[in-house]
């Protein structure tokens, strides 16, 4: 059934069935894509890494040995096309669920659950389906690049039962039924479509994940794909769910967490012009930094012990206290510029995915984040005061197999937003496996790549510049602390439960501060840059103090 490719095969190169092939491989076949250096030895304790997680009956395991069936070479990210893939080599007693999918712009670096059974007594947590629905096939395609032709077919699940993943076959005749297995409906969630693979003629592909993430929730993706026809026909999938009373039984222990710091540690980079460099929050509160209180007039500042025990804790952000910088110009100054020695990251460990994922969210510090610059068209200019504010949390967050203990994506916040890169997409530090980040000239958003990304209209060359190269740099991996772990029970420092600003409200007119920029443009981009500049989110423009990283949504859910 085509091609047989292993993403478990020795590094850069890969195992291929004996049989002889169909067709000549496709680059994303030939290629498949390893992490750097070798997987970690991981200390012991719990199933953290132990190949198979127990969701309540049903017992998972992640398989990354594939079969290509049908390939596409047009459409999807950079009309390169997509190849599906049939999961092979399965262990001994486990069975299919779904198929997969990925586009053939990137090495291909999959992963798919297979499953079997370990309930006792009761319904049964897998089932054969009874039968099949072609959902699409490419057989009218005529203009489509592809390889042979292509069908989707949608297994009907048995009452009490729902499909978790679609098969594809290269000819018109229904699958077997033992293809692939469905799931006992209480052993599953809702699936919504997660990233773009592919798609033509009115036929759409995603990846899938749950429709709902945080460090609470059940759902658990097969890392199978939804499929979409313009027939009307409504593909009607689940995602598994864990049931299990251990939930966070696969997650790390703090020793396996030390070890996934060495193995995993991002490097971050600074712009070779930042002025604005990170430091530890204890630095920062050590040199002069102010906890401000509305309602004190007479004595509205207080200094910050070094540990921020003196910081007001939980409640909400209701605007009754905020941090500053030192009153005197010469600490000011000093704070504002930080201390890169002294840096340190804080790490939050969440389970995601149903607890079958572990991520890793690593923040930084600024305690100010400096002033805004922007194109517009062939003009860079400088915003004044716009986008400055004191205090700046950024991010990336690792996402880490609880099955394998690899590195499988790399989160990288962007001001209010952010986005994820798959691992074969990062760029790494050297030999090892640890990605590279590159934070932004001032504003310090999180990029996997350097150079220019511009916040606005990128068509017409107009927005806030966010400008990465390779200045200074520090590795996460030298200095860091746990201030996060609910499921391992860790007590965080003051600081992180402090719920209100880090930053006072600006205390200019950024409408005033924007026209006396605009007297540096020609007439007819001055409504360009002002509706660019309205566009954006009050983390750019620095309108209001941040707020610390537990006050975030991501702290508890998925991020955005």
Wanted: with cysteine; net charge negative.
């Amino acid at each position: 059934m085509g091609n047989c490719v292993s993403l478990t095969a020795t590094r850069g190169a890969p195992s291929l069935s004996a049989s002889k092939a169909s067709r000549k491989l496709s680059p994303i076949e030939a290629h498949p894509f390893h992490l750097p250096s070798p997987l970690p030895s991981f200390p012991p304790g719990g199933q953290f890494a132990k190949g198979s997680i127990d969701l309540g009956g049903l017992e998972v395991r992640q398989v990354s040995t594939f079969s290509s069936v049908w390939a596409t070479h047009g459409g999807g990210p950079d009309d390169l096309g997509a190849t599906f893939f049939r999961p092979s080599s399965l262990p001994a007693g486990f069975s299919p669920l779904g198929y997969y999918a990925q586009s053939n712009n990137r090495p291909l670096f999959g992963w798919l659950l297979v499953g079997r059974d370990i309930g006792s007594g009761g319904d049964v947590a897998l089932a054969k389906p009874s039968d099949y629905t072609l959902l699409w096939s490419s057989e009218s395609s005529s203009n489509l690049k592809q390889d042979g032709h292509g069908y989707f077919w949608l297994p009907t699940p048995p009452d009490g039962y729902r499909a978790v993943g679609l098969v594809v076959t290269g000819s018109p005749e229904k699958p077997p039924l033992d293809e692939v297995r469905c799931v006992r409906s209480d052993l599953t969630e809702e699936v919504e479509n997660d990233e773009y693979i592919w798609s033509t003629d009115g036929f759409n592909v995603n990846a899938s994940r749950p429709a709902v993430r945080g460090i609470t929730a059940a759902g658990v993706p097969v890392g199978s794909f939804l499929a979409q026809a313009n027939n009307g026909m409504v593909t009607k999938l689940a995602c598994l769910k864990n049931s299990a009373s251990n939930f966070t039984n696969a997650m790390p222990n703090l020793n396996q967490v030390e070890a996934l710091m060495q193995a995993y540690a991002p490097k971050i980079y600074f712009h070779s012009d930042e002025e604005f460099l990170p430091s530890s929050v204890n630095w920062f509160f050590g040199n002069g930094a102010l906890l401000y209180q509305r309602e004190n007039q007479s004595n509205p500042s207080t200094p910050i012990e070094p540990d921020g025990s003196n910081l007001p804790q939980g409640e909400s952000n209701d605007g009754a206290y905020w941090i500053d910088l030192p009153a005197e110009d010469d600490r000011k100054d000093k704070a504002k510029k930080g201390d890169i020695s002294s840096t340190k990251v804080y790490l939050h460990v969440k389970p995601m995915l149903g607890a079958t994922f572990t991520d890793m969210a690593i923040w930084i510090f600024y305690p100010f984040n400096g002033p805004a610059r922007a194109k517009v068209s062939f003009i860079n200019i400088k915003l004044g005061k716009i986008g400055g504010h004191v205090g700046d949390w950024e991010h990336m967050t690792l996402r880490i197999s609880n099955f394998t203990g690899e590195l499988r994506r790399v989160y990288f916040s962007e001001h209010s937003a952010g986005s994820w890169e798959e691992a074969s997409q990062v760029e790494w530090d050297g030999a090892t496996n640890k990605p590279v980040g590159y934070a932004s000239l001032h504003g310090h958003a999180m990029y996997a790549r350097p150079g220019l990304v511009l916040q606005g209209n990128a068509k017409l060359g107009i927005g806030i510049r966010n400008d990465t190269d390779k200045g200074s740099s520090v590795d996460s991996g030298e200095s860091w602390e746990v201030v996060g772990a609910e499921y391992l029970g860790v007590e965080a420092p003051p600081w992180v439960n402090y719920m209100r600003e880090w930053g006072p409200k600006i205390s200019y007119d950024i409408w005033k501060e924007l026209k006396r920029v605009e007297r540096l443009l020609p007439g007819r981009l001055k409504k360009s840059l002002e509706s660019i500049i309205r566009s954006l989110p009050d983390e750019v423009l620095g309108e209001e103090g941040p707020t610390g990283p537990k006050e975030k949504s991501n702290w508890a859910m998925d991020e955005k």
